[in-house]
């Protein structure tokens, strides 16, 4: 389970911000990829609290809503489709944690970063692999960009039904790509995600 060592070391070397920070949706092939940053207490017990990708989507909802009641600062942004096939995807995942990290209430003096990636980042940062299942602050992050983007999933579907993202999440099932054999792509899909409609 994730705790605060990592938040408690940074601490002692004189950080007083720490923020956590993850993204949500950088293998679909629709949406834009969200990323989150997230301050929390030093020590804040959130039962439950652990990698987005292990809880269930009624658990991610719950927890979501305490962290934005007890988190010091949080934001979430984004990387549009057209940025992820302007920029590629990992430059735009970067782009939205920059966006994350710089639109915090309370500006953090370091971030820890989900991954092993983290370009042009404002503050000082260190990368975490599997962050969100080591770092409080990251898992936090984790779930707020999760719900975040399960959540524009939902209203994609209301506005183009016939793909189905309200059940796949824009990832590329078989029913995701016989859509989009039958309808071609709608103007959220991720032109560069889809060269596959060419073979």
Do not use: W
């Not at 020590?43 to 987005?52: F, G, K, Q, R, V």
């Amino acid at each position: 389970m994730p705790d605060y060592h990592l938040e408690k070391e940074l601490a002692l070397r004189g950080y007083s911000y720490i923020c956590g920070v993850d993204e949500a949706g950088r293998g679909p092939l629709s949406g834009p990829v969200v990323a989150a940053a997230c301050i929390l207490p030093i020590d804040l017990d959130i039962p439950m609290l652990n990698d987005s990708k292990k809880l269930t989507p009624k658990r991610r909802e719950l927890l979501y809503d305490e962290i934005l009641d007890k988190a010091i600062a949080y934001s979430i942004a984004e990387a549009s489709s057209e940025e992820i096939d302007s920029l590629n995807i990992l430059n735009a995942t970067m782009l939205a944690m920059r966006r994350a990290i710089e639109g915090l209430s309370l500006a953090a003096d370091f971030a820890l970063i989900d991954g092993n990636c983290a370009r042009d980042i404002p503050i000082p940062c260190q990368t975490v692999i599997s962050g969100d299942a080591i770092s409080a602050s990251i898992s936090a992050a984790s779930i707020l960009a999760k719900v975040t983007r399960d959540r524009l999933c939902l209203l994609d579907d209301e506005r183009y039904p016939e793909y189905g993202f309200a059940k796949h999440k824009g990832y590329g099932t078989k029913a995701h790509m016989d859509a989009l054999r039958q309808n071609g792509p709608c103007p959220i899909h991720r032109r560069s995600f889809l060269k596959f409609l060419d073979s």
